[in-house]
Structures are given as structure tokens and as C-alpha cells.
């Protein structure tokens, strides 16, 4: 019960000052590593952290050198300039100067937001239910996928050419290219074997093996709950049924159209007529 009071006030306008406090001290040299929830942000800050360190990841270090915004005042400076990565959930404020914003297929995104949250006690509701509340902006205190992309992406950093957006599929289905990507847009110069390396280093299940090695979210009535989950692409492909397919792309499909994804209602026609977690 408290889990689920905590997680209301979490959407509530009472986060408003909080989130304002948060980004005391970012300055303009810090570039943000931004995603809206459930998007590879994670996985992203380990490769980073390994391939701009060359030390091995694990979530205490990654948390401590590339930290959530709010807990930047002791980050390590990995960038020219001093310039730190920090780790944002948050839309789009004028303090972001430059970010890498990483972005995943909606439809994959609420299956693994549900679940996360499921696991965690802090929803008791039916997929369809916590649907309807994730396309209305009102299952989390981020807004909406659609909305929170749009911000993003139309954002005066796209303007000024201090937006790199990443697509989590393509990271996971080039790892190096992607992170040359970044590693030019950051100023940075690294060595094609040391991204292979923290490619190699932070597989997904090595990214299992260091969370069985320091857990990240407890155990629930279910048993253990993990926050390193799937990471897939395209699950929702066997999850999603063609009817809430069709409301997640009436809501969300002029975004995901302008990022090339492409709609799945014709190959859905015939899938299964329920919703798993991720």
C-alpha cells in the first residue's frame, strides 16, 4: 500500500519543486544521457562509463560517475571542458544543453514499464488499464511516450545540433556503430577495441550476472524482482493484440512514424488476445 501511495505522489504536482531542485548545478558543459523510462538508459550509462573509463561496470560505479540528475554534485568529470554525463527521465527543460536521447519502440516500452512496475507493487490493474493511463500521460510523472519524444526531438537542441537520438534497436543491433555515433558527438576519441570491449563487457546476460551480483530492486511476495528484465526488440509483436495495438498507434503512431517504425496492425491481424510482461 505504501509502495502505491509513494508511486501517486511520484505523478502528482508536488514533484513539480522537487524536479526544479533536482537541476541545481548542471552547467552547460554537462551533456545528459535522456530516455524516457524503460528505454536502455541503463545499459547505455555501462557502456559508456566502460568505454570513456576502460574500468569495468557495475551499477555502484555507473550510479556514482554517471548519475541520475539530482545526484550530479559529485559526478566525475568525463568529457572536455569537465564536462559530465548525467542520467535524465525528465521532458525536455531549457537547462539541457546538449544529450544523447535514447529512444525505444513504444509498444516494447509499455510492456516493460507494466511490468517493472508490477513487480514492484506500486499498480494492482489489468495491462489494458495501465494502457489507457500510459497513453494518457498519467501512469508515471514523465507524461506520455508521444509527448515526451515530440518534446525531445523538437526541442531548440535539435536546432543547434546538440540532439543525438539513438534508437535502442539499432544499438543492440550495432553496438560499435553507435557508439562511434557518440563518442564523435561527445568530442571524445576512442579506440575501436575499447568500445568492443565494453560492447563485450555488458552483454545482456553479463548486465543479469552483475545485477545478481548487486541486486537493484528487492524481492516482493513473487519472489526476486529484477530491474535488468528482457531487453527485447520487437517483443510486442507476440504480446500486444491488434486492439491495443491499434490504440497505442492511434495515439502514438504520428511519432512513431516519424522515427521509422514501422506499424505492425496488418501483421497482428492474428495474434494471441492477451498481453504478457517483458
Known amino acids: 500500500m505504501l509502495k502505491r501511495l509513494r508511486y501517486q505522489l511520484s505523478k502528482s504536482s508536488l514533484r513539480v519543486p522537487l524536479v526544479w531542485k533536482r537541476h541545481w548545478g548542471v552547467n552547460d558543459q554537462d551533456v545528459f544521457v535522456a530516455s524516457y523510462p ?32 539530482g545526484m550530479h554534485g559529485e559526478a566525475t568529470p568525463l568529457l572536455p571542458k569537465q564536462g559530465r554525463l548525467i542520467k535524465t527521465h525528465e521532458p525536455f527543460r531549457p537547462e539541457y544543453k546538449k544529450a544523447v536521447y535514447v529512444v525505444r519502440d513504444v509498444r516494447d516500452v509499455v ?128 504480446q500486444l493484440t491488434p486492439e491495443q495495438l491499434q490504440r497505442i498507434e492511434q495515439m502514438a503512431g504520428t511519432i512513431l512514424a516519424r522515427l521509422h517504425y514501422e506499424s505492425g496492425l496488418e501483421e497482428l491481424s492474428l495474434a494471441p488476445n492477451a498481453a504478457s510482461a517483458d
Open 111 to 238: 510492456l516493460s514499464e507494466y511490468a517493472y512496475q508490477k513487480a514492484l507493487g506500486r499498480i494492482a490493474g489489468t495491462f489494458d488499464q495501465y494502457l489507457d493511463d500510459f497513453l494518457k500521460g498519467t501512469a508515471t510523472g514523465y507524461g506520455s511516450w508521444q509527448e515526451h519524444v515530440r518534446g525531445w526531438i523538437d526541442s531548440p537542441l535539435t536546432k543547434n545540433g546538440q540532439l543525438l537520438v539513438v534508437k535502442y534497436a539499432e544499438l543492440k543491433k550495432d553496438g560499435l556503430v553507435q557508439l562511434q555515433r557518440i563518442m564523435q558527438f561527445l568530442g571524445v576519441v576512442v579506440e575501436r577495441q575499447v568500445i568492443l570491449n565494453a560492447i563485450q563487457n555488458n552483454e545482456f546476460n553479463k548486465m543479469r550476472a552483475k545485477e545478481d551480483r548487486n541486486p537493484q530492486l528487492g524481492k516482493s511476495a513473487e519472489g526476486e524482482n529484477r530491474f535488468v528484465r528482457k531487453g527485447t526488440v520487437g517483443g510486442w509483436r507476440q
Open 38 to 69: 524503460r528505454s536502455g538508459s541503463t545499459w547505455l550509462r555501462f557502456l559508456l562509463f566502460e568505454t570513456l573509463t576502460k574500468n569495468d561496470a557495475g551499477f555502484d560505479n555507473v550510479n556514482r560517475v554517471i548519475p541520475d540528475v
